[in-house]
């Protein structure tokens, strides 16, 4: 990997930025294909019960993995800073506690589902014929839970070194394995919800051992070795301070969704079936803008560790740009091909009609969302993590409940639900932008 690396901090920013994102791109949209694989193949070979058990267990997983991924970011922007002040020393020091911290996270999440997964599915109303499948279910893919933090870890550094590609071929691997191994445990195995979330854990095994085999394999200094696993009390606690607040950030998002949720099912069973069918959009522009604030995250630490102010800076703008750009752009092109889209999960013009209610408030919106999270990614970059996540959780999670409870309740329309994101999004926007310019201003760089 070592001739893979970049040096983020000389050079167009424009130019290395889109070069660099574009796997992350890539990456993303294929975990969505494949997560769609999945319920893909359980709702065509196993029924509808099956479909339900799975499909009930979303928030949960999501919150949890959501948790992970913020703790990755935590690495990411660590290793960045070390990296690209050429301070080998805490590079290193970085690397081999962020290994130790996330298997210790992995094992937390894992430990935590296994136990209270049934308990969390009930005060989640999982209707009752659902429920055991889907507590079989949660409790096997549970237990794939400290690969995944070992995978995201990995990406973590790969990123921060400027490697984007080697994250993306191994998840294509792990993804095509797991929808090979998806069709003969249910089809052949007739393993029914356990072929899948088996299938899922044996694919993230995979994913999370060729990554770090490609840590063990790194030229220089910085490969991943047994010998230099170290605890750091110092870098666990950077890494904790800037990775806790990101994952709880990422679950309490989760919470705040579920009384939009309830909004929804307000309404006939045909608008929360198009509300479910559009929401498959949320994924694809998200996770596609998402690489562009990981991308933010690694250039503005190797810069920020350079000691190049006026690059730190730009590399936030940029960021900004390329992540507006795709949201404003992809959301238009649902707004436009909406009825196509929606048309590869339903047949019944009513719930397309009900589908387009969403995407056409909703297209004109996700632009919008990058103005909030690409300033949150850079305050983080500057090792600053609580307070936009203190920001961001007033702004967006608690404000969407109080709309949810008085101008949704007031006027118990589908549109003034669906509102809420782009004002959401903007009230914490303005919040968020004025922190970082507050901190950038009073971060020493350079």
């Known amino acids: 990997m070592k001739e893979d690396r970049q040096d983020l901090t000389t050079g167009s920013i424009w130019g290395k930025m889109l070069f660099f994102s574009i796997p992350l791109v890539l990456t993303n949209f294929l975990q969505v294909l494949f997560n769609m694989a999945d319920i893909a193949v359980i709702g065509q070979f196993a029924g509808s019960l099956s479909l339900g058990a799975v499909g009930s267990t979303t928030t949960l997983v999501t919150l949890f993995t959501g948790f992970l991924i913020g703790m990755g970011g935590g690495t990411n922007v660590l290793v960045a800073r070390f990296f690209g002040a050429k301070d080998k020393e805490s590079t290193i020091k970085t ?19 296994l136990l209270f997964s049934k308990g969390i599915l009930e005060l989640l109303n999982t209707k009752e014929e659902l429920l055991d499948g889907a507590v079989l279910y949660i409790r096997i893919y549970f237990l794939g839970m400290p690969a995944m933090a070992l995978y995201n870890f990995g990406n973590a550094v790969c990123s921060a070194f400027g490697d984007t590609k080697k994250p993306l071929y191994y998840l294509g691997a792990a993804g095509i ?34 990554i770090l085999r490609a840590l063990v394999k790194v030229g220089g200094d910085y490969a991943l070795r047994l010998s ?21 950030q990422n679950g309490i998002f989760q919470v705040a969704n579920l009384f939009i949720q309830a909004g929804v099912n307000t309404f006939d069973a045909i608008m929360v079936a198009g509300n479910s069918a559009a929401a498959n959009a949320d994924a694809l522009l ?16 190797q810069n920020y560790g350079a000691g190049k102010r006026k690059r730190v800076r730009n590399s936030y703008l940029v960021s900004l740009a390329y992540s507006f750009g795709i949201g404003t752009i992809g959301g238009i092109a649902l707004v436009i091909f909406g009825r196509q889209f929606l ?85 914490t926007a303005v919040v968020e932008i004025i922190y970082w310019v507050h901190v950038y201003r009073n971060t020493k760089i350079g």
């Open 343 to 427: 048309g590869l999960f339903t047949n019944d013009p009513a719930v397309v009609d009900a589908g387009m209610k969403r995407l056409t408030i909703m297209g004109f919106s996700y632009g919008f969302s990058a103005f909030m999270d690409s300033a949150i990614a850079a305050s983080r970059a500057l090792g600053k993590s609580v307070i936009p996540t203190v920001i961001v959780i007033i702004g967006s999670c608690i404000f969407r409940m109080v709309w949810v409870n008085t101008v949704f309740a007031y006027f118990k329309t589908i549109p003034s639900l669906y509102l809420l994101y782009i004002f959401s999004w903007g009230i």
């Open 228 to 248: 230099k696993l170290r605890f750091d009390k110092r870098m666990a606690g950077y890494l904790i301070q800037i990775g806790l607040p990101a994952g709880l």
């Open 177 to 210: 394995v797991n929808i090979v191994l998806n069709l003969f445990f249910v089809i052949v195995c007739k393993m029914d919800v356990a072929g899948v979330a088996a299938a899922s854990i044996i694919s993230q095994y995979l994913s999370a051992f060729l």
């Open 286 to 301: 998200y996770d596609s803008m998402a690489a562009f604030y990981t991308a933010c995250g690694s250039f503005m630490g």
């Open 95 to 113: 690397i081999h506690t962020a290994l130790l911290v996330s298997m210790a996270a992995g094992m937390i999440v894992l430990i935590f589902g």
